[in-house]
């Protein structure tokens, strides 16, 4: 134990040395090394009322170094990670040990930016293709291979690229092609007013099958076209993408010639804006879209395969939801349903179709409403349905209708006042209703919820604040009804404390009648941060920009350390 946390207080000196020894003679030279240090450790304790912890081990890191070398138009960089003694709870299991994670060598002029190695790319809204890095969700999906980009001119850029998918410190087994266009139209068409973009793109995942004479190519095909348009305050972009027929992951999380199907996903955004006023509606239609570097999951274990941990999936399908900062808001979260799904014989899926609508307003200051500083409104409205069709259970099939909609999902209707009373005092209301099935979703209880919550910030002398939260669900199933609090205060722009509970005093089972409680405080020096809490976690989702991951329940102490040089 002692070794493991001496290693990573080595890797953090390491990091702020480096940050440190800024010296005249740097600034000299071409060449410019620049990098990060992360490190999010828990040790988990044994709890009276959750239990005694049941995993292996109880002290858990998360770590990860990444440095840069940037020498003219030539840049450099790798990725170490480090799962000591092993990751954090829940997290992919193949993140076990000390490995070099990515590393990669780029070129870059004003026309063609190459790279080889690990990269990250994102065609479009990403629901064809997206990598990226989340470390607070455990994605790290990178592509490793070539990437080239190449801009002619201003108004036109392409993207070709080749790679495997970043698993574990691997890469799986499919190859992975894709290109893409964009093309800026307002210079070519003159328009004054507006502007116009479209752009094109493909995607191909080329992996063996061992099925015998197999009803798909071993090469499934992906295509999208996509514009935006702008016009004053008004603005309106589309995406359509097809995915060619393929192997659907059955109930059993395998593959065979009993269902192939192909897959689509249409979505459209459009909106108004001017001083006061917004308006935003996005509607999407998703139908088996889920599109993975590998077509059978990764079997982890009775529960969870590989698609659990976010892992070997190419593209970024997530919730369109409102993102709320409320905990008893966040019970309750939706993921997109863009898999097939045979769970039981009255549950069968094909996707989702459905929208969300924000609209926000600013009663102007030394209005009826406004006062003498204004006040602000949020309204938010978000549904989202199966596919309407028809669904057989076995053999397995169905057959989609394009418009209508299904089985219903997942509804949040929200309303947010934001208002400031005085100077040093601003005030917060929300509510908020929450239609959940459960036994849709993740199995479980249709829940209706609605939520309360009341916040109040304080500006005090020396660049101190307090911030103070009360927020109340009812519901009429699953746990029932809830009660929270927050407090948190700073003391000034580096330090801060605080302290939230959430209790379940609703709930019929005597067991799950517990406070989950955290109090910490977090303190930044320069580039540094510096974070420590201990508390209890509720068990259930976490989400992150509509991507979720499932934490058990449990207790301990977390020690986050940040720094960048």
Request: hydrophobic content about 35%.
């Amino acid at each position: 134990m002692i070794k493991r946390i001496s290693t990573l207080v080595v890797l953090l000196a390491a990091g702020l040395i480096s940050q440190a020894q800024e010296t005249d003679d740097e600034n000299k030279i071409k060449g410019r090394f620049y990098g990060g240090l992360e490190s999010n450790m828990q040790y988990y304790v044994d709890d009276p009322k959750l239990g005694d912890f049941e995993f292996k081990d109880r002290f858990r890191s998360n770590n990860y170094l990444n440095a840069n070398y940037n020498y003219g138009r030539f840049t450099a960089g790798v990725q170490v990670e480090a799962y000591e003694a092993n990751s954090l709870l829940n997290y992919n299991p193949k993140f076990e040990g000390t490995n070099l994670a990515t590393f990669y060598v780029n070129y870059k002029s004003d026309k063609v930016d190459i790279t080889l190695g690990h990269f990250y790319e994102q065609f479009g809204s990403g629901l064809l293709l997206r990598t990226w890095e989340d470390r607070a969700l455990g994605i790290n999906n990178a592509l490793r291979g070539a990437r080239i980009v190449y801009r002619p001119n201003h108004n036109i850029r392409l993207t070709g690229l080749y790679g495997k998918q970043r698993s574990g410190f691997d890469v799986t087994d499919g190859d992975i092609y894709g290109f893409d266009s964009e093309f800026y139209l307002t210079d070519w068409l003159q328009l004054e007013n507006s502007d116009l973009s479209v752009g094109a793109s493909y995607v191909g995942r080329y992996e063996e099958t061992n099925i015998e004479n197999p009803d798909f190519s071993e090469l499934t095909s992906a295509m999208a076209f996509r514009f935006n348009y702008y016009l004053g305050s008004f603005y309106v972009n589309g995406e359509a993408n097809y995915k060619t027929e393929d192997a659907v992951i059955n109930a059993n999380n395998d593959i065979s010639n009993d269902l192939v199907k192909d897959g689509s996903a249409y979505q459209i955004n459009l909106g108004y804006t001017k001083s006061g006023l917004g308006i935003d509606l996005t509607l999407r239609r998703l139908e088996n879209m889920g599109f993975f570097s590998e077509r059978k999951p990764e079997v982890i274990d009775a529960n969870n395969t590989s698609i659990n941990y976010n892992d070997k999936i190419m593209n970024y399908v997530p919730g369109l939801t409102k993102q709320h900062h409320s905990n008893l808001a966040n019970i309750y979260v939706f993921q997109a349903q863009y898999r097939v799904g045979n769970l039981d014989v009255d549950i069968l899926k094909s996707g989702e179709t459905g929208g969300q609508l924000d609209v926000y307003y600013t009663f102007k200051k030394g209005t009826s409403l406004g006062g003498k500083y204004g006040t602000e409104i949020a309204a938010n409205f978000a549904s989202w349905y199966n596919l309407a069709g028809e669904y057989r259970y076995f053999p397995q099939d169905y057959d989609t209708q394009f418009f209508g909609r299904g089985q219903k999902y997942f509804s949040d209707y929200n309303l947010e006042i934001r208002k400031r009373f005085s100077k040093n005092w601003r005030s917060g209301f929300y509510y908020v209703h929450q239609y959940y099935d459960k036994r849709l979703v993740e199995g479980g209880d249709q829940v209706n919820a609605d939520i309360l919550a009341v916040e109040n910030v304080i500006s005090l002398p020396n660049k101190k604040s307090l911030r103070v939260e009360l927020e109340h669900m009812w519901a009429d199933a699953d746990r029932r009804n809830w009660a929270g609090a927050t407090v948190e205060f700073n003391l000034n722009r580096n330090l801060s404390v605080y302290f939230w509970d959430i209790y379940n005093y609703g709930t019929k089972k005597e067991a799950e009648k517990n406070h989950y409680y955290n109090f910490g405080g977090a303190y930044r020096f320069g580039a540094t941060r510096i974070a420590l809490n201990y508390g209890r976690q509720r068990g259930g989702l976490v989400c992150v920009g509509g991507v979720c991951r499932f934490v058990p329940e449990n207790t301990g102490f977390t020690l986050n350390l940040s720094t960048s040089f």
